[in-house]
């Protein structure tokens, strides 16, 4: 056997212990490796998990605009990631990441959960470090 | 308008903002609120959230029971909620709770996530607490 096939071999056996959803997904949650925070959730499919394990950087699927992408492709906010877990029933993963530029949020915030219940509302608890202009570029 | 109702509406203003997917749930991240650690990912309806809010334990649905309940009603082992958080599409919560007993998974251990991918395979990397008999006893 080849390298490459030994390589597709050990990756298949970690592929085939996640259990995906109907869609073909799995929630993936990302924590900072170093302080603990949780800084979003996104989902999987067989080739973003893959490629997770090929590059060391997260990636995920798209729900809303159907198709992959590596986590930092546009903005550089890339997460190499420390170690991947499964949980008890096979359908959910944890990523612990190192977050490039600290900022995990579109928003340009370093976290995805940046609003918490308080008082019937959701308060926000978070600035943005970054405005999305000054990370994706005014013109897009 | 009565307290009854006044609390009602603060609910409301705090549900409507969650994006409950086609099948009504949302995934809730279950994380350590002294340590950090990611105990677990579960579901949660529009009931579920409610009852967590009017209870503070983290109340959840099961997708494979097709039932709710409140963690912990069989093991003891409940969440008590320190806070609640949405992240920016509104469609992922984040609790931030104790867990009662030390144990938050069903196999008796601290955490879900007790396994770690390495060299092609997944390692546990947890013992058990206690055994499922212990927890639930060996008649269930």
Redesign the interface.
């Known amino acids: 056997m080849t390298s490459a096939g030994m ?1 597709q ?3 298949a ?2 592929l085939d ?1 996640i259990r995906f959803d109907a869609a073909g997904l799995v ?1 993936a ?1 990302a ?1 900072d490796a170093a ?4 800084l ?2 996104a989902w999987m499919d067989r080739a973003a998990v893959e490629r997770t ?1 090929e590059t060391g950087k997260a990636c995920y699927w798209s729900r809303s605009r159907q198709r992959s992408w590596m986590k930092g492709e546009s903005s550089g906010h890339l997460q190499i990631v420390r ?7 096979g359908d ?1 993963l ?1 990523l612990k990441v190192d977050q490039l530029g600290g900022i995990a ?3 340009g ?1 370093r976290r ?6 308080e ?4 308060v926000v608890e978070l600035k943005p470090i970054k405005t999305e202009a000054e990370i994706y570029g005014s013109g897009s």
Do not use: K, N
Request: a negative charge; proline letters at 2%; one cysteine or more.
């Open positions: 390589e071999t050990a990756a056996a970690l212990a929630p949650i924590q302080t603990g925070e949780v979003m959730l394990l170690s991947i877990h499964l949980d008890c029933d959910a944890l949020c579109h928003t915030r995805c959960f940046f609003r918490r219940a008082g019937g509302g959701w």
